[in-house]
Every structure is written in C-alpha cells, then in structure tokens.
C-alpha cells in the first residue's frame, strides 16, 4: 500500500527513485540494538596498574588493534568510560582508589579483570596484594594469564561483547547479586611449544 | 679489552672531585621537594587565605592519570601553571616482592623478580642470577653468557621501543605510540619463540639460561636488526629534527652532573647529564669487554638529551647483537652442575639419579652457601643490582632489589622544579620510571 | 721476638695474635671477592665521611636486613652483633670500585642518617624504616614510603608474617 507498492499511481516508490527498494525498515527489539550498540562501543578506563598495562596496550597497538572493535579510545576520565579492565596487581594502598574510580563510572559498566593478579592474587599470596580485585569490585570476565597476551584479552573482549549483547550478562549478574563472573580459558601460546630444557 | 675511539679512558671526565657542575640545588632540606605528609596537606587547604595571599596552591596528579606511567601519584605545589615543589608518592603498586622472594627458591626467585621491571625483565633476573652465582661459585659456560648478552641486549631495544612509544604519546606524537609497538611486536615474537613468552620471560636463571636457541635463531635475529634499524631512521624524521618536539623536550627538566651523583641517579639519566659512566663499560659483566659499542653521552642533562641517548641506544644494542650472532660461542646452554641444574627431561625416564635430582630441585631447591653479595647490571633505567644474604638454605635470608627507577625517582622535584604542568609529563615520561620495580 | 714458640704461645694460636684486616678505618672481610666494612652506630657516620672523601662518590643501595632467625657468621669479632643490619653499597666511579658497609642497629635504637652526605640515600633510607622500623636520626622527613601511612607492624621484619591465605575456589560459572 502507498508508497511500499512497486507499482501504482503517482507516490509509488518507483516515482520517487525507490526501484528496487522493497524494505526500507529494519525491525528488531529494543533489547538487541541496545545491546548491539553497547557492546560495539566499550570505552576502556585507563587502569594499567603492572605488566598487564604493557599487554594491554599492545592490544591497542597495530597488531592486535582493538580499535577494529571501537575500544582504542582508553578514556582518563572514568565518567567517560564503560569498562574498567583492571590490568595488573592491587595493592592494598591502591584499593580504595581503584573503588573510587570504578564509583564513578556511570552506569551500565563492566569490569574484565585481566591476568592472575587481578583475578586472584596471582603469584602474590601475601599481605600487600588484594587476593582479587572481586573482593573490591564485582568483576564480568576473568582473563588468565601472567601477563594474559593479547589473543587471551580479545578473547575476553569478545566473550564479554557476546554477553553483552544477547543480554546473558544482566542475567549472570542478577543470579551472581554481583559480577556475571564469566572465566575465560587463555588462548597465548599458539603457536609452536617451547621445550624447556634439551633432551 | 675492545675499546673504540669514542670511549672515554681511566679518569677524565670520571674523577668525583671533579664533578661538573653544583650539587647545592639538591642538597640540604629546603629544596625542590615537598615534605608534607597528607595530613599537613589536608590541614592546608582548610586554612582561608585572604585576597592578596598565598597563590599557591597543592594538587594531586595521579594515581590513576594517563601520562604519570603506572601508579605514580604527585602531589604539586603550583603557583598558576609554574610547579615549584613536589613529592613523588609510591607505593601504589607495593607487591611484598622482597617478602616473597624470602619464601620462594632460587630456582623460583627469577619468577619473582622478573616482575619488578616488566618493560626490561631479563636485566632483573640476570641480576639476582649473577648474585646467586656469585654465592655458588660456579662458573657459566661461554655459550650462556653470551645467549644472555644478547637476550639482554634485544631487551633493551623493546625497553626503549617502548620508551619512544610512551614519550611519544604523552608529548602528542599519538603515531609514535603505533611505530614503537610495532616494532616491539617482533622483537616480543622472537622472545616467544625462544623463552616461550612475551614479558616475565623466566629464561635467565642461576646455572645458565632455561633452554637454548631453537634452529634458525640466526636469521630470526639478523632479520629483525636489519628490519629496525632503518625504522630508527623514520623516528628521527619524525621526531628528533621536529620543531615542535624540539620545543617540548630541549631545556625541559635539567639535571648536572653533580647532583645525579649526588641523588644516585644512574643509566640514561647520569649519561645524559654528561658522565659517561655505564657499566657494561666500566665494570664489565658477561662478555661485554669482547664486543664493540660506544656510550653515548648528553651534554644538556636536558629531556631532549635523555631522548637521543635512548634512541641510539638502540643502534648500539643492534649492533652489539650483530656480534653476538656472529661470535655466538658452542656448549653449553646451563653448568653442568649436578645439583644445580635440573637434568634434561629424558635423562629422568632413565636414571634414578637424575629423577631425584629433578625432585630436589624444583621442591626443596638447592641450597646456596652462606654469605652476602651485591651484584649489579646496566639496565635500560639504570644499575639494577641484588643484594642477596644466604644463610645457608634454600630460600634467600634476604633479597633486596636496588631498583634504578626508585632511586631516580628522586630527581623528579628537582627536575620539575620552575617548569610548567606540561613540562612535568615530559620530565615524567623522560625520566622512564616503571612502578614494578620502584614499589616491588 | 723469641724464634722458638714456647708451649704457652703455641696453644693461643689464632686469637690474640692476628689484628683484624682494616680499611678505611674500619674491620673489613671479603666476601666473594667483595670489600665489605662494619661499622657500629657509633661508627658509622664518621666512616661514611671518610668514604666519600675517598672518592665514593655515589651511594647505589641502602637497605635493612633482619638477623632475627640468625645465618650470619662472618662479622668480625670487634663488632657486636645486632637485630638489623643497615647495609649501605657505595660505588667509586674514578676507582671504578664497589664497597659496602654494614652497620648493626639493635631493635628500637636510632642511627643517623646520611642524608646531609648523599641526599639520594633519603628514599631508600624510608624504606628502611618502612620495611624495618629501623630509625635513622636526622632523616627530614621519616615517614612511610611503600605501605599506606596507617599500617601497623613492619612487613620485611622476620617476626611479620608474609600474610599468606588459603586459596579460595570462587566457584565461578565457566564459559568458553
């Protein structure tokens, strides 16, 4: 009818310069461009504490490039920002302010912790390091690796844009009362393996 | 001893009475730095002040601040723009390193204190494994020590790569950030085929380094000289001969000599104030009196200086890595020394001697005699030493890391003395500290 | 000197008779081919002058140590044994020599600081205090350095536990 018939008199498609062009309108839920839009748009904090702020940016940099995802922009302000990849080990001095910055993130935002460190003290089981940093905020993706390499951070990336978007991470958060809690498997070392030692 | 031309020899230039230059700014209390603790501050800024005082005024820059490189917090007192006094706050990024390197072995130690410095962690682990050999009083085949010059001296060029990238960055050169990475990548890939990983390599360790070359180390090596250094050449069109970064960095947070000495301040930031003290030069370890290189001096102590050290830098590691590719000894990878070093993995199927040796060492570890010793390396930020106390067990009684960028770190105040804020991010960012290893 | 030992002589062999190695004005041993000199509280201000003057010019390393548990025996006999050690490694660049100095500090005494000689011993000489408790008098500003400013106890100490907790299985829900 009117102007969605291909033929027809006066305001058809066809007089307007529409041939061709049967569907002009995309239909879909709300849920799923919010989410689409959300995860294809993360804007990193800047929270590189240790060895993993060095990995971190490699992945920003050439190679790995995480500006094909539109996370190249790592944002100082934390009001400008929707994720904090908290990368690199929390010290018991460094706690609060991280708590502080993750407060003032505004809403919807997530947390990947990335490496052994942040996820649970890491090699450093003693009295200066937080054994977590999910015992100071809740955390959305947990990325091993000491440092985690870029494939294993993109994997999370990725893990955590697939939840995202399909609304799995708002439902992991409501059963977990916290951080959806998502543990990705490390993914370095692809290539061949280095035998330590020579037989 | 291979000495080239441009070497300074014996005294000149290197004699402590003639220092050049006045250590006064720095010595004695009221200078460039803030003694306040937090509460005087706080206590400051409830203080009114009338129309006509104080304009001075105390912030905060940091912890979390995208130019101050890792969890450095400053607190500045400024008049308007100008900075007069500061304090470098540390401590964001305290690990009890020294605490667990108490309870870890030897042979886990480098696991340890390969994390202090995570731009350049094979210079830490080479310390405390020199200072552990020390101790044992083993003797390290030629082909180890020379494996861990050149290992050594490759991470000194993704150190300053990435130095480059960051100063860079933080002066507003965005691309360069891009270049030094890239050129990082490569080097990081050869690290990976070698030691298995990109940073926190674990490779060089007391008796010899984990695992020798794979085939083909040859061209992988010569292949990435040869890519990096004419990419040095795009460096120096982009940036050494640029206005605008010649603005930013010339006279930017200038140091003397005297006073570098005086704060004991060592690596590119001693160099660049015209002392030509470097120790694989002057007090050689591993092979270095066997191979050719030149110490590049400053003459400014300025930031530009310390920008042009870094950089060719990297042309003397590149090509003190063409000769170690060439003069690359045969033997040995690690001594073989029984109860130092674990056994080869099939030797364990067959021999029950082997096997126990294995389980010993990676369990109880092995044990060092008692004693203390200190020993130092020249690390991309400085003299990077471990002093190490055995009383006779298998963990250390006490590992203590003099980490360059914790005690270069104290040159901040002074450098940033009467510069502006922006200043301050290039002082920062030329000065190269990296928090690992000044909080460990 | 009698060229023939009486008995007496012979069974007091070593302790009386050899004088201590000195240098610089202070007992000195060698250490895996290191010069290490001790001091005493008293002593060491007055040492570590002397050692600049005699061109160690830069201090590369002042750090505390704990001899709480013991596994030291190489102090010489003069130099009573204390808990910490302050352990100070100087570098001469013109001799392009290395020196080190420990001096013995007992729990709760105070020694004094060589900021006025090397101002850049004033972080590493915090450090000290922090990790150690150890007191260094004439410091300008003694306060902490790595921990916070309100932490109580003194982690590097022996008697400080490493703070080592059970692991934890968080039980997280895996994916992928």
Redesign the interface.
Known sequence: MGLFAPEGEGKSLASHGFEGLEHNFVTGRLEDLVGWSRARSLWPATFGLACCAIEMMASGAAHYDMARYGMEVFRASPRQADLMIVAGRVSQKMAPVLRTIYDQMMEPKWVISMGVCASSGGMFNNYAIVQGVDQVVPVDVYAPGCPPGPETLLHAIFTLHDSIQNGDLLRRREANNGGAMIEVAQRDGQSAPVTIGRS | MALTEDTETTDSGQADDGLVGDASRVTGIDNAVLRMSEAEVAALTQETTDEFGDSKMIINMGPSHPSTHGVLRLMLEMEGETVLRSKPIIGYLHTGMEKTGEQLTYLQGCTNVTRMDYAAPLFTELAFSLAVENLLEVEIPDRATWIRMMMCELNRMTSHLLFMATNGMDLGAVSMMIYGWREREEVLRFFEKVTGLRMNHNYIRPGGVAADLPDGWQEDVLGLCDLIEPRLEEYDILMTGQPIWRERLQGVGVINEAECLALGATGPLLRSAGSSWDLRRDMPYLAYDDVDFDVIIGTYGDSFDRYAIRLNEIRESIRIVRQCVANMPKGDYRVQNKKVTPPPRARIDESMEALIHHFKIFTEGFKVPEGETYAAVESPRGEVGVYLVSDGSSTPARMHVRAPSFVNLQTLPHLMHGGLLADAVAIISSVDPIMGEVDR | MSDVATPDEELVEEETVEPEPELHGAPVTV????N?LHATVETYPELLANLQAE???????L?G???L??????VPASIETKRFEV?V?LL???K?E?I?VRAQVAEGESIASIF?L???????ER?AFD?YGIDFHGH??L???????N?QGH??RKD??????P??F?A?????
């Open positions: 250490v895996a081919g290191q290490v061109a160690f010019g830069q201090v590369v390393d750090c140590v704990d001899y548990l013991g596994g030291r025996s190489d352990v490694n001469s660049h013109a392009r290395r080190r006025d090397y101002p850049g011993t004033e972080a590493m450090e990790m300008p500003d306060c902490r350095i790595l921990m916070p400013e932490w982690p590097l400080f536990e490493v703070g080592r907790i692991v934890q968080k997280a829900p895996r994916q992928g």
